[in-house]
């Protein structure tokens, strides 16, 4: 497990599974060969071509708190994104406590 600020798409390619957090929601926890499907087919939001992933994701669980109205139409995409992952979210969990516990760090 690590935390990765902001990272290249080359880095971002070489991760098997990604947590994505807004305001200490999860938004997003699984596979990242399944995130984009994820985010382009129930959450509205496909990555536009030649665009990193993850500057896609930041400008999709950022919230914009330059007007109410940007703000509200934010916290209704993040509510659709966590409704759309949250089952996938907690398998992601699950399988990292049972490596924790397999690897005798629990």
């Known amino acids: 497990i690590c935390t990765v600020h902001q990272p290249k798409a080359s ?17 997003y926890g699984g596979s990242l ?4 499907e994820t985010f ?16 896609h994701c930041l400008d999709c669980i950022s919230v914009n708190y330059d007007s109410r109205e940007e ?11 966590i409704e759309a992952n949250s089952e996938a ?8 406590l049972a490596r924790r516990e397999a690897a005798g760090d629990a």
Request: aromatic share 4%; with cysteine.
């Open 11 to 27: 880095i971002v390619r070489l991760f098997d599974d990604i947590l994505l957090l807004s305001e200490g929601a999860t938004i």
């Open 33 to 36: 060969a399944d995130a984009q």
């Open 40 to 55: 382009a087919t129930k959450g509205g939001l496909p990555c536009p071509a030649n665009t990193n992933f993850a500057e």
């Open 71 to 81: 703000e509200r139409e934010c916290r209704g995409r993040l509510d659709k994104l």
């Open 89 to 96: 979210a907690e398998a992601l969990t699950r399988r990292v």
